[in-house]
């Protein structure tokens, strides 16, 4: 299955603290050997800093000869049906870069491709398999061996696009205004040991005229 732990990684997009709106898309790739793209309906912001996402692979479809279409998604480990990761911005950008080689080895490979995940400019995801080779696979007794006609794999793909949140918004209501600056001015002095201390903007344990000045020059 080290085509769809490898899938599993490529699907993995994408976050961090700040200002973010989820799209979640589902997706489905199939192939008999063709190349095939995957690109999302809708598109994240592509300037934000950070990218996050998190995947479900719900089901895998290998079909062989003789035997035809055969669900193996509970042959997989779970822990590859679902994860997520993280990349940082601005698109365009290539998140993962792989190429597949199934089994590994000294064994012959029964699947050959190359497969790219990637965010364009405009903000859209795309998931693209290539240079795929299908050959044949030796399932044991009684079926001996058998080729390998098609794969299909199918889940969700969650993706934010996120914008880190401006450290001088204390309070976290989009402004940098005369209420950050009452926050920095009733906490002045030392931070507390082991207490929040909200007015120390620049983290260095004490709300003083360094951070009076932060707030200031990001006012607005």
């Known amino acids: 299955m080290s ?3 490898n899938a599993a990684v490529a699907i993995t997009l994408l976050v961090g603290a700040g200002s973010a709106h989820a799209d979640t898309w589902p997706f489905d790739l199939a192939t008999s050997g063709e190349d ?18 998190s995947y479900t692979i719900s089901q895998v479809i290998a079909t062989v000869s003789i035997l035809g279409p055969i669900d193996v998604t509970g042959f997989i480990d779970p822990e590859l049906l679902s994860g997520s ?13 792989l190429g597949i080689v199934f089994p590994e080895p000294p064994e012959e490979p029964a699947v050959v491709a190359d497969l790219f ?25 009684p079926f001996g061996i058998v080729d390998i006609l098609g794969l299909a794999i199918s889940g969700e793909i969650t993706l934010n696009g996120v ?6 918004d204390i309070n976290g209501d989009g ?9 920095v001015i009733t906490g ?8 929040p201390c909200p007015g120390d903007v620049n983290q260095d344990g004490f709300v003083d ?12």
């Open 3 to 5: 085509m769809i732990r």
């Open 163 to 168: 914008t880190p949140s401006d450290p001088n």
């Open 188 to 195: 002045w002095g030392e931070c507390p040991a082991g207490l």
């Open 36 to 53: 095939v793209v995957w690109m999302s309906p809708t598109a994240v912001d592509p300037d934000s800093a950070l990218f996050e996402g």
């Open 209 to 220: 005229v360094l951070d009076l000045v932060s707030i200031i020059t990001g006012w607005g």
């Open 85 to 97: 990761a993280s990349a940082e911005g601005p698109a365009p950008l290539t998140l993962v870069e």
């Open 175 to 183: 402004a940098v205004d005369v209420q950050d600056l009452v926050i």
């Open 117 to 141: 995940l990637s965010l364009d400019d405009e903000g859209f995801g795309n998931l693209a398999v290539s240079n795929i080779t299908l050959g044949s696979l030796d399932l044991g007794f």
